[in-house]
């Protein structure tokens, strides 16, 4: 089974700076019922990797001036696969 999380916030700072960040838990899970047994130790068989990463984002509004919205962000920083 696979389980994904994820949480987002955004907000306006100020008249023209909206910023953002989101959160992102993924876990992959192998897990076994029944006979499922690890040849090399007898052990029952199962499998977890998970990671997770962050988004973060800002958007500058150069209007009334320039018709024109600028913006920037840092996609999936996070840690390494566990």
């Known amino acids: 089974r696979a389980v994904f999380l994820a949480a987002s916030y955004a907000s306006?700072?100020?008249r023209r700076?909206?910023?953002?960040?989101?959160?992102r838990f993924v876990q992959n899970?192998?897990?076994c019922t029944g006979?499922?047994?690890d040849p090399e130790d007898g052990q029952s068989y199962e499998q977890i990797s998970s990671t997770?990463?962050?988004d973060v984002g800002a958007?500058?509004?150069?209007?009334?001036r320039?018709?024109?919205?600028?913006?920037?962000?840092l996609r999936h920083f996070?840690?390494?696969l566990q």
Do not use: E, H, M, N
């Open 29 to 31: 899970r192998f897990d």
């Open 17 to 23: 700076l909206a910023v953002g960040v989101t959160y």
């Open 78 to 80: 996070g840690f390494r």
């Open 59 to 64: 958007r500058y509004d150069l209007a009334p």
């Open 35 to 37: 006979q499922c047994i």
């Open 66 to 73: 320039i018709p024109l919205a600028v913006g920037v962000a």
């Open 52 to 54: 997770s990463s962050v």
């Open 12 to 14: 306006d700072v100020g």
